[in-house]
């Protein structure tokens, strides 16, 4: 009797170890079978050439100034560069004999909203003319390097330049993909692909802080074009 006992209670030991067993193998089998959530990518030419860009600390802002990248926009054939990039910008743009944009209507790429632009000693700063790579930023970042024409070049390219809000301008200050972002989600791609062409072209290097900055928001529209 005892001896019986003892048999069923081995056997019942072994077909719930087995039983167990199997388990364990079915669970395996299914998540083999479950594809694994890759992590986001960035792709396109906006990533390859931030993959090229130098990665370093940034230096001393010692004796940074405006005057450094040609003090003021540079004039061609009687129109600045202000006026240039206005005109660009703007829909609807007038333009007086002195080259100057009067009005239009800006689709403000900063924060979406529609600007209507009127000439005037109060009302021309609600648009300015933003240099996408903060000119304080593209100083610490490699443009101490270059020479005082090339620096101006790069403060009136229009590949650097932008007309926005006035007040989201003065928000971002010296700020860099790290520190701020348009608050317009749309265009957060196209901005940081902006900077990344400033860059490129000029040599400067951006720290690590802000390529990641930059990589976060790439992953998020895969193939982004450089402009």
């Not at 230096?59 to 540079?74: E, H, I, L, M, V």
């Not at 990344?196 to 951006?206: C, F, G, Q, R, S």
């Given at each position: 009797?005892?001896?019986?006992?003892?048999?069923?209670?081995?056997?019942?030991?072994?077909?719930?170890?087995?039983?167990?067993?199997?388990?364990?193998?079915?669970?395996?089998?299914?998540?083999?079978?479950?594809?694994s959530?890759?992590?986001?990518?960035?792709?396109?030419?906006?990533?390859?050439?931030?993959?090229?860009?130098?990665?370093?600390?940034?230096?001393?802002?010692?004796?940074?100034?405006?005057?450094?990248?040609?003090?003021?926009?540079?004039?061609?054939?009687?129109?600045?560069?202000r006026?240039?990039?206005?005109?660009?910008?703007?829909?609807?743009?007038?333009?007086?004999?002195?080259?100057?944009?009067?009005?239009?209507?800006?689709?403000?790429?900063?924060?979406?909203?529609?600007?209507?632009?009127?000439r005037?000693?109060?009302?021309?700063?609600?648009?300015?003319?933003?240099?996408?790579?903060?000119?304080?930023?593209?100083?610490?970042?490699?443009?101490?390097?270059?020479?005082?024409?090339?620096?101006?070049?790069?403060?009136?390219?229009?590949?650097?330049?932008?007309?926005v809000?006035?007040?989201?301008?003065?928000?971002?200050?010296?700020?860099?993909?790290?520190?701020?972002?348009?608050?317009?989600?749309?265009?957060?791609?196209?901005?940081?692909?902006?900077?990344?062409?400033?860059?490129?072209?000029?040599?400067?290097?951006?720290?690590?802080a802000e390529?990641?900055?930059?990589?976060?928001?790439?992953?998020?529209?895969?193939?982004?074009?450089?402009?």
């Amino acid at each position: 009797m005892k001896r019986a006992l003892k048999i069923r209670r081995t056997i019942a030991a072994i077909v719930i170890l087995v039983g167990i067993a199997v388990g364990i193998v079915s669970q395996a089998e299914f998540y083999e079978s479950v594809p694994s959530a890759q992590p986001a990518t960035a792709s396109g030419d906006a990533a390859t050439a931030l993959a090229k860009l130098p990665v370093k600390g940034r230096a001393p802002k010692t004796n940074y100034s405006r005057d450094q990248f040609g003090g003021g926009w540079s004039s061609k054939a009687g129109c600045d560069t202000r006026n240039v990039i206005l005109h660009r910008d703007l829909t609807n743009a007038a333009v007086n004999e002195k080259c100057q944009v009067t009005s239009g209507i800006l689709s403000d790429p900063y924060t979406g909203k529609m600007i209507t632009f009127t000439r005037g000693a109060d009302t021309s700063d609600d648009i300015q003319i933003d240099h996408v790579v903060a000119l304080s930023n593209a100083w610490q970042t490699g443009a101490q390097q270059l020479s005082a024409e090339k620096r101006e070049e790069l403060a009136n390219d229009p590949l650097e330049l932008l007309a926005v809000d006035g007040p989201a301008n003065q928000q971002k200050s010296d700020g860099d993909a790290a520190t701020w972002l348009p608050s317009n989600k749309a265009f957060r791609c196209q901005y940081v692909a902006r900077q990344i062409a400033v860059k490129t072209k000029y040599a400067l290097w951006v720290t690590w802080a802000e390529k990641d900055a930059i990589l976060r928001i790439l992953t998020t529209c895969p193939g982004q074009a450089l402009p």
